[in-house]
T-cell receptor
Framework: GESVGLHLPTLSVQEGDNSIINCAYSNSASDYFIWYKQESGKGPQFIIDIRSNMDKRQGQRVTVLLNKTVKHLSLQIAATQPGDSAVYFCAENRITGGGNKLTFGTGTQLKVEL | DTGVSQDPRHKITKRGQNVTFRCDPISEHNRLYWYRQTLGQGPEFLTYFQNEAQLEKSRLLSDRFSAERPKGSFSTLEIQRTEQGDSAMYLC????????????FGSGTQLSVL
């Protein structure tokens, strides 16, 4: 069936190192992918998005890479800071003609060690 | 604060009782979404509105659930005859319809059914 999944449930990194969070998706018809950050007790916060006609997109300290051949999405965080500790979700937009009804993966817990 | 706001933040109820949650979206946003999130999982789509019209409902939304957006601004989600399986975080998101649509989430209402 169609799904969005993450490879690792928990990722621990040292402060200052780069973090890479991976995500696999199965619906080749999806054309829009988003990364959200969710801190404890809060709703998901938009980080960065990418459309299927792009391979890479950069934001402030974050980069999203899309490999459509293997249906893989990654989020790279440069110089990881303690404030980056959170659960990170990738989500996809299914093309159904109406609404941005995102399908979320399970999430990866990022822990930044001092 | 001009973000999405939800009320209450926490709700504890006994099985069989009715509960109602409120969401106030970002004022210029014409779309409003309800998601449900259980512990350790990503949010799951429940329903969405475009202005006052409810355009889609997930199969997750049983007949005990009803959502309204009477004036195209705030929305309410009611759960009748609550069950322990309804315990979850209920998230609201809003967006502006368009090619660059992005969902902005509120902090959610945490429901515990005893």
């Amino acid at each position: 069936g169609e799904s969005v999944g993450l490879h690792l449930p928990t990722l621990s990194v040292q402060e200052g190192d780069n973090s890479i969070i991976n995500c696999a998706y199965s619906n080749s018809a999806s054309d829009y992918f988003i990364w959200y950050k969710q801190e404890s007790g809060k709703g998901p916060q938009f980080i960065i998005d990418i459309r299927s006609n792009m391979d890479k997109r950069q934001g402030q300290r974050v980069t999203v890479l899309l490999n459509k051949t293997v249906k893989h999405l990654s989020l790279q965080i440069a110089a990881t800071q303690p404030g980056d500790s959170a659960v990170y979700f990738c989500a996809e937009n299914r093309i159904t003609g109406g609404g941005n009804k995102l399908t979320f993966g399970t999430g990866t817990q990022l822990k930044v060690e001092l | 604060d001009t973000g999405v706001s939800q009320d209450p933040r926490h709700k504890i109820t006994k099985r069989g009782q009715n509960v109602t949650f409120r969401c106030d979206p970002i004022s210029e946003h014409n779309r409003l979404y309800w998601y449900r999130q259980t512990l350790g999982q990503g949010p799951e789509f429940l329903t969405y509105f475009q202005n006052e019209a409810q355009l889609e409902k997930s199969r997750l939304l049983s007949d005990r659930f009803s959502a309204e957006r009477p004036k195209g601004s705030f929305s309410t989600l009611e759960i009748q005859r609550t069950e322990q399986g309804d315990s979850a975080m209920y998230l609201c998101a809003s967006s502006l319809e368009g090619n660059n649509e992005k969902l902005f989430f509120g902090s959610g209402t945490q429901l515990s059914v005893l």
